[in-house]
C-alpha cells in the first residue's frame, strides 16, 4: 500500500531484490549472531504481553470441533471484485482476501480466543530473549508447499526480503527495522531486533506469510497479477475470474492438517465465492439459495427483511452472535488533504449536525449503539474516563492539542433531541462557526468568500441514504455537501489515491492496538498512496503517542498509551462518529453449523470463510 515509483525505480528495485536472492541462495548470510549461542528459552508459543493462554500440549483451539466432519461445499458472497490474486501488492489492485490463511500460510498463527497470541504452524517452535531483541523459529522439517515441495529457511528469508522491499506498509516498517536476519540451517532462521522498540515486531515475524522463493515471480509481485500462488495452506485455488469468481479446493495432502492449531478447522471441500455489487445484491442471493452465509450490516433489512419462505421453514438460521472484540470506528471521514477541512472548529461543527437519535430510530429501528471512541467497549476507549497521570504527562508535552473535556472523559458526541430538525444543536453549530471567522451569506456560509462545499464519496444505496440524510441537515448551516455514488473499482482506486473530499470509513479494532495504528494516523503514511490514513492526519502528538503505544512493554503500559491516543484523535475531530452493532448479524443454511464456543477476538469475525464451522451433509457422504 505504498506510492507507485516510476517505472525505472520499479526495474532498479527488482533487480536489487533479484541480486539479493540470488546471493541468499549461494551463500546463505553469517554474522556474529549466528555465532553466539542462544540462552533464549524454547516455547511453543508468543504473546504480546505475558504467556499464551494454552499449553505446549493443546489439542486444539477452544473455538475448534476437533470431530467436525470434513466435506462438502460452502459457496459465499462478497461485496465488490478483484484484480489480482496476490494479496501482498503494495502498490495498487484488490486481492480476494480469502487467500491469506486459507492458501497462504504464516510461520505460526494466531488464536482468535486471545487478545494477541500466536501457535505453531510452519515454524514449530521459538525462541526469544527477554528484551524481545532476539527471535529464532525452527521450522517443521514436515511443512510442505502445495506442490510437496518442503519449506526450508530460504523461503522464509526470501519472504522477508521480498516484503519487505515490496509488501504492506506494516511488514515494509517493521522488517526494515531487523537488524539482520540469518538462516542457521535449513529448519532455524533468526532475525535481530536489536534496538527496535516494538513490543509487537516479534509478532509480525511469527505473522509473515511464507512464499515459495522458487515459484514466487519477484519482477511482477507489485503488479496486477492474476497467476495462481503457490501456497502452503489447507486450500489450493481451482477456479479463479477476476472481478466475479474464485474457488478454493481443500488439498488432501495439506501437511498440516492433524497439528493442534489446524485441527478442527477448514472442513469443507469447496468453496466458492462470488462477487456481488453492494449488500443489497448479497442479501437477495442468500434468499434465492445462491449462497449459504451471509453477514448484514444493513439494521433496516435485519429488522424487517429476514421474514422470507427459508427463514420460516428453518432452512435459513438466523443469528445474533457476541464476540468480546472493541466495536472500532466507523463514521464520515475528513480528507484533511483538501483545504475546506483545515479548520477544526468546521470539523467539529460538521460533526454536530450528525443526528444519531432520528437515524437510529427512522432508518435502523434503534438497533445502533452510538460510537464514541475509536477503541469502544474496551479497555483501551479513553471516553468516560478521567486521564490518568501517565496519560496527563505524556500529554503534557503538547499543551492544547486534546480538549479538557476530552482530557477530564467529559465528552460525548453531540445528542439530538430525536426530532431531526434539533434547533438547538444547529445553534450551536453556527455559534461554533462564527466565532472560527465563518460567515452566512444568503444561506450558504463562507469563509474569506468562498463558500464550504465538498463531495461526499460512496459505494452502495445504503451509504447513499445515510449521507443524503446528513448532507439535508448540514444544509441547515449553509453547507453544501453532494454525495456521489461510485462502482466498487472506482471507489476503490480513488480511496486508494485519497481523491475524495469526504467518505464513509471504518477501521476494525484489534483486541489489542498496535503497528496498524501507524497506518492509520502516522505522518509516514500520510501522503502513501493506499495506506489507511484516509483522514490525512499528522501531526507530532500523533507520531509521539504511536511510538508512546508501540512502546509499551506491559498490558498496564498500553492501556494508558491507547487512550492517550484515543483523546488526541478525539480532540482533532478527523471523523464523524457514526454508530455499531453490538453482536455480528448473520444468517446461514441450517446444514452449515459452528461450535457452541464463539471465539472472543475474531478477525472479520470467523474468518473470511469460516474456518470453524462445518457442514452436516458431510456426514452422510
Not at 496486477?224 to 495432502?253: F, Q, W
Request: glycine residues 6%; hydrophobic residues 40%.
Amino acid at each position: 500500500m505504498l506510492r507507485a515509483g516510476h517505472a525505472i525505480g520499479r526495474m532498479i528495485a527488482a533487480a536489487r531484490l533479484a541480486a539479493l536472492v540470488q546471493l541468499t541462495a549461494i551463500s546463505p548470510p553469517v554474522s556474529a549472531l549466528a555465532d553466539k549461542p542462544s540462552s533464549a528459552p524454547v516455547t511453543h508459543g508468543l504473546a504480546l504481553y505475558g504467556e499464551p493462554a494454552l499449553p505446549k500440549d493443546f489439542a486444539h483451539f477452544p473455538y475448534a470441533n476437533p470431530d467436525a466432519p470434513k466435506g462438502g461445499a460452502l459457496r459465499l458472497g462478497r461485496r465488490g471484485g478483484f484484480e489480482s490474486l496476490n494479496p501482498f501488492n503494495a502498490r495498487f489492485g484488490v486481492a480476494p482476501q480469502h487467500i491469506v490463511d486459507n492458501v497462504l500460510q504464516s510461520l505460526m498463527t494466531r488464536s482468535q480466543d486471545e487478545p494477541y497470541s500466536l501457535y505453531p504452524l510452519i515454524a514449530q517452535s521459538v525462541e526469544i530473549d527477554d528484551g524481545r531483541e532476539r527471535v529464532t523459529f525452527r521450522l517443521d522439517p514436515r511443512a510442505r508447499f502445495s506442490d510437496k515441495t518442503p519449506i526450508v529457511a530460504s523461503d522464509v528469508l526470501f519472504s522477508f526480503e521480498l516484503l519487505k522491499s515490496k509488501g504492506r506498509p506494516n511488514h515494509r516498517v517493521t522488517f526494515a527495522s531487523v537488524t539482520s536476519a540469518v538462516a542457521l540451517d535449513d529448519h532455524t532462521v533468526r532475525f535481530d531486533l536489536t534496538g527496535v522498540k516494538d513490543r509487537e515486531a516479534p509478532l509480525i515475524l511469527a505473522a509473515m506469510p511464507v512464499l515459495s522463493k522458487k515459484a514466487t515471480n519477484v519482477e511482477r509481485f507489485d503488479e496486477l497479477d492474476m497467476t495462481i500462488p503457490l501456497g502452503s495452506g489447507p486450500y489450493v485455488i481451482s477456479e479463479s475470474k477476476a472481478g466475479s469468481r474464485l474457488v478454493l479446493r481443500r488439498d488432501p495432502d495439506y501437511w498440516a492438517r492433524d497439528i493442534p492449531s489446524q485441527r478442527g478447522l477448514y472442513n469443507f471441500d469447496e468453496i466458492a465465492v462470488d462477487y456481488y455489487r453492494d449488500g443489497a445484491a448479497l442479501f437477495e442471493a442468500l434468499k434465492a439459495g445462491l449462497i449459504d452465509y451471509g453477514e448484514e450490516t444493513s439494521a433496516a433489512r435485519w429488522s424487517t427483511g429476514y421474514d422470507f419462505p427459508a427463514v420460516r421453514s428453518g432452512a435459513v438460521v438466523k443469528e445474533a452472535l457476541r464476540p468480546g472484540r472493541p466495536t472500532g470506528m466507523e463514521g464520515f471521514v475528513f480528507n484533511l488533504r483538501k483545504a475546506v477541512f483545515r479548520d477544526v472548529r468546521l470539523r467539529e461543527a460538521i460533526a454536530m449536525m450528525y443526528d444519531f437519535e432520528w437515524i437510529n430510530a427512522n432508518f435502523y429501528g434503534g438497533l445502533y449503539t452510538r460510537t464514541e471512541s475509536y477503541f469502544g467497549e474496551s479497555d483501551y476507549a479513553s471516553t468516560g474516563r478521567p486521564a490518568s497521570a501517565a496519560e496527563r504527562g505524556f500529554l503534557a508535552n503538547f499543551p492544547g492539542v486534546v480538549r479538557d473535556d476530552i482530557l477530564e472523559g467529559r465528552w460525548r458526541p453531540v445528542q439530538h433531541d430525536g426530532s431531526g430538525r434539533d434547533r438547538a444543536v444547529a445553534k450551536r453549530a453556527q455559534t461554533l462557526l462564527a466565532d472560527a471567522g465563518y460567515v452566512l451569506i444568503d444561506g450558504r456560509l463562507q469563509k474569506d468568500g468562498a463558500p464550504i462545499i465538498f463531495e461526499i464519496m460512496i459505494r452502495d444505496r445504503d451509504e447513499e441514504r445515510l449521507a443524503l440524510n446528513f448532507a439535508a441537515a448540514l444544509k441547515r448551516i449553509g453547507i453544501e455537501a453532494n454525495p456521489r455514488l461510485y462502482d466498487e473499482v472506482q471507489y476503490q482506486r480513488r480511496r486508494q489515491r485519497f481523491e475524495y473530499d469526504m467518505m464513509i470509513g471504518q477501521w476494525v479494532a484489534y483486541a489489542v492496538p498496535g503497528q496498524e495504528q501507524l497506518n492509520r494516523w502516522s505522518t509516514e503514511s500520510l501522503n502513501r498512496k493506499n495506506s489507511f490514513n484516509l483522514a490525512g492526519a499528522a501531526s507530532p502528538a500523533l507520531d509521539a503517542a504511536l511510538d508512546n503505544l508501540l512502546a509499551s512493554r506491559t498490558k498496564a503500559d498500553s492501556i494508558w498509551a491507547a487512550r492517550a491516543l484515543d483523546r488526541v484523535l478525539l480532540s482533532g475531530f478527523y471523523f464523524v462518529p457514526l454508530q455499531h452493532a453490538n453482536a455480528i448479524w448473520c444468517a446461514h443454511r441450517a446444514a452449515i453449523r459452528h461450535p457452541a464456543h464463539t471465539p472472543l477476538f475474531p478477525m472479520i469475525p470467523f474468518g473470511l470463510t469460516l474456518e470453524s464451522w462445518w457442514s452436516e451433509k458431510a456426514r452422510l457422504q
